[in-house]
């Protein structure tokens, strides 16, 4: 089955820097990555997604890239603001089978 | 409001006591599914279900039981809770499973003394 591990597990920038979370995973036919945010006390929630065909996409701060052929996909968080302290959690799903990494702490310093 | 709605949101209770989380979605989703969250580990998937009366295994189903009779209700049951089931418990559900967003409950921190 997939196995996806996720880096670093805890991250401090200062508000305004970029902040960047590396994922990688293991099974090839994975073609579906989201990203979800968990702030305290809460569920988590899809903040931006990608699937297999597409290498870049970008959501006004954020932005996803995704190296097929490495298999590894990373979050990219520009201009941090302190409401961006939460902890981060990729997924990678091949069909019906999906798998969360372990999930980054970050924390934005203002 | 579409939502994932969990009970209890907390729980304290004790070695070998039955107890059951409710879950319950109003956005007609055939998915649900359930997760515990640890420390280090992430996300881990118990048990979901694709559709009434269609459950199945997750990667940490032992010591837990789900049942789904409705499309909207997917219970998580502990038969005999141990202190190892001690963690924060996620109900979610999802148009399909596993290519489009899963909407999480609010989650429901359980601790087994």
């Known amino acids: 089955g997939e196995n996806v591990e996720q880096h670093p597990s805890t991250l401090s920038v200062q508000e305004g820097d970029s902040a960047v979370i590396k994922c990688t995973y293991s099974d090839s036919a994975s073609n579906y990555f989201p990203w979800y945010k968990q702030e305290l006390g809460k569920g988590p929630q899809l903040i931006i997604d990608?699937?297999?065909?597409?290498g870049e996409k970008k959501d006004q701060r954020i932005a996803v890239t995704l190296n097929k052929t490495a298999k590894h996909f990373s979050l990219h968080i520009t201009e941090t603001q302190p409401e961006d302290s939460a902890v981060y959690f990729c997924a990678a799903s091949e069909h019906n089978d999906m798998r969360f990494g372990a999930g980054t702490r970050l924390t934005v310093k203002p | 409001e579409a939502q994932v709605t969990q009970n209890p949101r907390y729980l304290i209770t004790v070695t070998g006591k039955k107890l059951t989380v409710t879950c319950s979605q109003n956005?007609?989703?055939?998915?649900m599914s359930w997760y515990r969250q640890d420390p280090g580990l992430g996300l881990r998937q118990i048990y979901y279900s694709m559709n009434v009366e269609v459950t199945d295994k997750g990667d940490v189903p032992e010591g837990y039981k789900v049942s789904r009779k409705e499309k909207r209700n997917f219970p998580l049951i502990l038969e005999s809770p141990s202190p190892n089931q001690t963690s924060l418990y996620f109900c979610?559900?999802?148009?399909?499973?596993?290519?489009?967003?899963?909407?999480f409950g609010e989650g429901s921190r359980l601790t087994v003394l």
């Open positions: 979610a559900s999802s148009l399909s499973q596993g290519t489009g967003e899963l909407f």
């Open positions: 956005m007609n989703h055939e998915y």
């Open positions: 990608i699937r297999s065909n597409v």
